[in-house]
């Protein structure tokens, strides 16, 4: 507690080690009130029509149904031909998901993507939604998007990584910094979570490291590194740009998203009531 | 010789702390006790916050209501009746849903706290589930319907004072069907007893449902464990994932 630091200070019982920590923290508080660009703060959305496809923005149907363009840009960096370096079987089965992806009738709880069941994104796609705010601390960085008010705690502390059995859907992350751009290795992902709509996948054995980079005041690069042998035949890499948020539409704070509760993908509740609910 | 040193040892010392309150005065930090950490509730509230005996629904406890009484409107009572009969199946914990506020402190799950001078931010095991406290901004105006309520906050003294409106009408207190209106208005304590323990305080207050405000008192616990981390409850998943509709796909031989 500061609090006790600062009654130590008045009595002058402070131990050198004490006085050397203030110090430190007092330029250290210097250093970040400064102008140095920084990944702390608000961002929008940089993935643009990549929570769709990573491949190819929205396809012809989807454009026309929000009434917009097809970037029919890839966020994919490489490969320099900007698709996903699938393993053949697993690109037959992404491409199966495609095709049953607008025909709800066909479709089944396996075919659908798990964000239209309200489900965590997953890593890397995360990073496609909107936001992230992210809080920087000395032994953590906490980012947190609105989209089903999910969170990930990145440790920077040293601590080892969570047992191999433990996976979980947005992975065990540690973080480390390189200046001021913030490197995340995650590992321990449970594979249910899809890479965009149509369905583009990895597995239980991936690991994806993320780089933040404050490009300038208001400006974040971000790149994400897939590398998983099962599923891959190369490692690949997307990325994007960030602008900082202005917040106007929630004067700067992260509102409730309640996907779950009832923000869900309507054709969902009709394939869950066929195939999941008691009878 | 000793002397010498002792005198420069002292000017260090008075020179950091110059400048540690300096930084305190320009707000780079500030005094206020520090909450920042993992944290769990370690009671049965979660099952009934009245006092209760064990049962099939969950152990027993001694509650964590204040007087061991909730102040039931008459016309309130048979909701409750009514919650009791269809909770293993209507109580938002049966459903995954968020369990609101003041309930979501004392799921049986650990939550961290991540405080800053301007909003203290709780990220909670259990769905999920996050709190973003906003310290120097009012409520939004309603009405507005959030599960988790919209959170604003103060310092009183070594106490964060956390004012909590626009709820939904969905959320319990409990899974034996305690419950309240969205007219729920919920003004919680946060007291740092000692590093390791926290008292939480949060005063209810729902003309809907209670003849008065009544008051729920209970510990909150830090995980001291070496490299404790929070990790995921996301039961809303676990029906279809047993159904085998979430693993990856792998390449059949």
Request: net charge negative.
């Given at each position: 507690?500061?609090?006790?630091?600062?009654?130590?200070?008045?009595?002058?019982?402070?131990?050198?080690?004490?006085?050397?920590?203030?110090?430190?923290?007092?330029?250290?508080?210097?250093?970040?009130?400064?102008?140095?660009?920084?990944?702390?703060?608000?961002?929008?959305?940089?993935?643009?029509?990549?929570?769709?496809t990573?491949?190819?923005?929205?396809?012809?149907?989807?454009?026309?149904?929000?009434?917009?363009?097809?970037?029919?840009?890839?966020?994919?960096?490489?490969?320099?031909?900007?698709?996903?370096?699938?393993?053949?079987?697993?690109?037959?089965?992404?491409?199966?998901?495609?095709?049953?992806?607008?025909?709800p009738?066909?479709?089944?709880?396996?075919?659908?993507?798990?964000?239209?069941?309200?489900?965590?994104?997953?890593?890397?796609?995360f990073?496609?939604?909107a936001?992230?705010?992210?809080?920087?601390?000395?032994?953590?960085?906490?980012?947190?998007?609105?989209?089903?008010?999910?969170?990930?705690?990145?440790?920077?502390?040293?601590?080892?990584?969570?047992?191999?059995q433990?996976?979980?859907?947005?992975?065990?992350?540690?973080?480390?910094?390189?200046?001021?751009?913030?490197?995340?290795?995650?590992?321990n992902l449970?594979?249910?979570?899809?890479?965009?709509?149509?369905?583009?996948?990895?597995?239980?054995?991936?690991?994806?490291?993320?780089?933040?980079?404050p490009?300038?005041a208001?400006?974040?690069?971000?790149?994400?590194?897939?590398?998983?042998p099962?599923?891959?035949?190369?490692p690949?890499?997307?990325?994007?740009?960030?602008?900082?948020?202005?917040g106007?539409?929630?004067?700067?704070?992260?509102?409730?998203?309640?996907?779950?509760?009832?923000?869900?993908?309507?054709?969902?509740?009709?394939?869950?009531?066929?195939?999941?609910?008691?009878? | 010789?000793?002397?010498?040193?002792?005198?420069?040892?002292l000017?260090?010392?008075?020179?950091?702390?110059?400048?540690?309150?300096?930084?305190?005065?320009?707000?780079?930090?500030?005094?206020k006790?520090?909450?920042?950490?993992?944290?769990?509730?370690?009671?049965?509230?979660?099952?009934?916050?009245?006092?209760?005996?064990?049962?099939?629904?969950?152990?027993?406890?001694?509650?964590?209501?204040?007087?061991?009484?909730?102040?039931?409107?008459?016309?309130?009572?048979?909701?409750?009746?009514?919650?009791?009969?269809?909770?293993?199946?209507?109580?938002?914990?049966?459903?995954?849903?968020?369990?609101?506020?003041?309930?979501?402190?004392?799921?049986?799950?650990?939550?961290?706290?991540?405080?800053?001078?301007?909003?203290?931010?709780?990220?909670?095991?259990?769905?999920?589930?996050?709190?973003?406290?906003?310290?120097?901004?009012?409520?939004?105006?309603?009405?507005?319907?959030?599960w988790?309520?919209?959170?604003?906050?103060?310092?009183?003294?070594?106490t964060?004072?956390?004012?909590?409106?626009?709820?939904?009408?969905?959320?319990?207190?409990?899974?034996?069907?305690?419950?309240?209106?969205?007219?729920?208005?919920?003004?919680?304590?946060?007291?740092?007893?000692?590093?390791?323990?926290?008292?939480?305080?949060?005063?209810?207050e729902?003309?809907?449902?209670?003849?008065?405000?009544?008051?729920?008192?209970?510990?909150?616990?830090?995980?001291?464990?070496?490299?404790?981390?929070?990790?995921?409850?996301?039961?809303?998943?676990?029906?279809?994932?047993?159904?085998?509709?979430?693993?990856?796909?792998?390449?059949?031989?």
């Amino acid at each position: 507690m500061k609090g006790a630091t600062m009654r130590n200070c008045i009595g002058f019982r402070a131990p050198l080690v004490v006085a050397v920590v203030a110090v430190a923290a007092a330029l250290l508080s210097v250093v970040v009130a400064g102008q140095a660009p920084t990944i702390a703060g608000q961002w929008d959305a940089g993935a643009g029509q990549a929570n769709y496809t990573l491949e190819f923005g929205w396809p012809p149907e989807h454009a026309a149904l929000m009434a917009g363009k097809s970037t029919q840009r890839s966020v994919i960096v490489d490969p320099p031909d900007g698709r996903i370096p699938f393993q053949p079987w697993a690109k037959a089965i992404r491409d199966e998901r495609d095709k049953l992806h607008t025909d709800p009738a066909r479709m089944k709880s396996k075919d659908l993507d798990p964000q239209a069941k309200c489900y965590p994104t997953g890593v890397p796609r995360f990073a496609n939604r909107a936001g992230p705010v992210i809080t920087i601390f000395p032994t953590h960085v906490l980012m947190q998007i609105e989209y089903g008010h999910e969170y990930r705690i990145i440790y920077t502390d040293g601590r080892p990584r969570l047992p191999s059995q433990i996976k979980l859907w947005n992975g065990d992350a540690r973080g480390h910094w390189e200046g001021a751009t913030f490197v995340i290795e995650t590992t321990n992902l449970n594979g249910y979570a899809w890479l965009d709509v149509i369905g583009s996948f990895l597995s239980d054995q991936a690991t994806v490291v993320e780089r933040f980079r404050p490009v300038d005041a208001n400006t974040m690069q971000w790149t994400g590194t897939v590398t998983d042998p099962a599923v891959f035949t190369r490692p690949w890499t997307m990325g994007w740009n960030y602008v900082r948020s202005k917040g106007q539409e929630t004067q700067g704070e992260i509102w409730e998203n309640a996907c779950v509760e009832g923000n869900r993908f309507p054709e969902w509740d009709a394939i869950y009531a066929r195939e999941l609910a008691p009878k | 010789m000793m002397t010498q040193i002792k005198f420069a040892l002292l000017a260090a010392v008075g020179a950091a702390c110059a400048v540690a309150w300096l930084s305190v005065a320009i707000g780079a930090a500030d005094d206020k006790p520090d909450l920042s950490g993992i944290w769990q509730a370690v009671n049965t509230a979660n099952w009934n916050i009245l006092p209760h005996a064990a049962s099939a629904d969950g152990p027993g406890g001694l509650g964590v209501v204040v007087g061991g009484e909730l102040p039931y409107l008459p016309s309130a009572l048979s909701k409750k009746q009514e919650n009791y009969r269809t909770r293993k199946t209507a109580d938002t914990d049966a459903r995954c849903l968020l369990p609101g506020v003041p309930r979501v402190m004392y799921e049986p799950y650990p939550f961290q706290i991540f405080q800053t001078p301007t909003v203290v931010r709780m990220a909670f095991e259990y769905g999920h589930a996050t709190r973003n406290i906003y310290l120097n901004a009012p409520h939004p105006e309603g009405p507005i319907e959030w599960w988790m309520g919209d959170s604003r906050g103060r310092w009183e003294g070594n106490t964060l004072v956390v004012d909590v409106i626009h709820f939904t009408g969905e959320t319990w207190f409990d899974r034996a069907g305690n419950y309240h209106s969205p007219q729920m208005h919920v003004v919680e304590r946060f007291t740092l007893l000692d590093p390791d323990h926290m008292q939480y305080e949060a005063t209810v207050e729902d003309p809907n449902v209670f003849s008065r405000p009544w008051k729920m008192q209970m510990i909150l616990y830090r995980h001291t464990e070496p490299n404790f981390q929070i990790l995921e409850y996301d039961c809303i998943a676990f029906v279809d994932e047993a159904a085998g509709n979430l693993a990856p796909p792998r390449q059949s031989r």
